[in-house]
């Protein structure tokens, strides 16, 4: 049983398309997350929801969009995608805003070509 | 923020303990200290966390340093799976600024010999 899972689990694509990358976790968690590593392996939060409300937004391009349809999904949308997109995009969740444990997925691989 | 200090890599044999070091002489009253690890080609794990007192789970042990400017997290005997990525990491819990917000660092890379 997956906890916290992630697709697809690698995504190649050209400058400028339109993809996104789906997470669900099976916990009942109110919260979910998203990270950002990039190529030196420097982890960095993107976004958080508590029960489909944005709590946290970083500085990130408004390319960016997270949607959450309900508290077990929290996707990630990314217009006009480019070079410096390309990272492993985390997704995690904890019980709540706060909670002292985060439980991340798998990671998926986005390579902009 | 305040920020971490931990060395880049450490090495280990196997079944040996291995304390990973981690400086944090910035840390606020409302500061909790979080480690984290990331296996290879995985995404990062929880480890364990504490405050002020010294803290153990199956996972491993968490020294904190009676001034909290320091903590070491003790793995009692590494295994080959224990290789990877460890993050110490401060979280403030503090009212509006608990959000689970997680900053990472570079982390310690951990190689464990056979």
């Known amino acids: 049983d997956t906890a916290v899972s992630q697709t697809p689990k690698y995504l190649v694509t050209q400058m400028g398309n339109d993809k996104s990358i789906k997470c669900e976790q099976n916990l009942g968690h109110d919260t979910m997350y998203w990270y950002k590593q990039d190529s030196k392996k420097f982890l960095k939060i993107m976004f958080s929801?508590?029960?489909?409300?944005?709590?946290i937004n970083e500085t990130v391009p408004n390319r960016f969009s997270p949607k959450s349809p309900d508290k077990a999904h929290l996707n990630l949308h990314i217009n006009s995608l480019e070079l410096g997109d390309s990272a492993v995009y985390f997704c995690a969740s904890s019980r709540r805003t706060g909670a002292n444990e985060q439980f991340f997925g798998p990671g998926t691989r986005l390579t902009v070509l | 923020d305040a920020k971490t200090t931990q060395p880049n890599s450490m090495e280990s044999n196997e079944e040996e303990p291995v304390h990973l070091p981690c400086n944090h002489s910035t840390i606020s009253g409302t500061d909790y200290i979080h480690w984290y690890r990331q296996l290879p080609s995985q995404g990062p794990e929880y480890v364990i966390h504490g405050l002020t007192s010294n803290v153990n789970n199956r996972m491993a042990s968490l020294a904190i340093a009676e001034d909290r400017k320091s903590s070491t997290l003790i793995l009692h005997r590494a295994t080959l799976r224990d290789a990877a990525v460890y993050y110490c990491?401060?979280?403030?819990?503090?009212?509006?600024?608990?959000?689970?917000?997680?900053?990472f660092g570079q982390g310690t890379t951990l190689q464990v010999k056979p």
């Open positions: 990491i401060l979280r403030d819990v503090g009212g509006s600024s608990n959000t689970g917000k997680l900053i």
């Open positions: 929801y508590n029960n489909k409300e944005l709590i």
